[in-house]
């Protein structure tokens, strides 16, 4: 079984900073995308940031130049730096890890979020 732990959310000012992190522990053969994903109140889990077994990344559009995600195969990590913050990034964020086996097996995994407080 796969097992996702992120930390680092927490209240900052809108025009700050803050790094998220994501540790996997457990073990499946298989190659790992990671993701991003956000979570505000009343409103449906969105796609934040991803990046492959690669190292391929991608954002949604309301991130990019802002949020910069990274891994660390060898910690087993992932990590998402978010800079010049706004209000509406105020929402938990949530890491997702997708085991990939072959073309035709995904299976998804997920953390269980860490919230990020943006006030104005």
């Known amino acids: 079984q796969v097992q996702l732990v992120e930390s680092g959310g927490g209240s900052v000012q809108a025009g700050g900073s803050l790094r998220l992190s994501c540790a996997r522990s457990?073990?499946?053969?298989?190659?790992?995308?990671m993701s991003w994903y956000r979570q505000a109140p009343g409103k449906d889990r969105e796609f934040v940031s991803g990046?492959?077994?690669?190292?391929?990344?991608s954002y949604t559009d309301s991130v990019k130049g802002r949020f910069t995600i990274s891994r660390d195969n060898a910690k087993s990590s992932v990590y998402l730096q978010m800079n010049s913050l706004k209000p509406e990034d105020t929402a938990s964020y949530y890491c997702?890890?997708?085991?990939?086996?072959?073309?035709?097996?995904?299976?998804?995994?997920w953390g269980q979020g860490t919230q990020v407080t943006v006030s104005s």
């Open positions: 457990g073990y499946r053969f298989c190659k790992y995308d």
């Open positions: 997702k890890a997708t085991c990939v086996v072959g073309v035709l097996s995904r299976t998804d995994y």
């Open positions: 990046i492959d077994s690669d190292g391929i990344t």
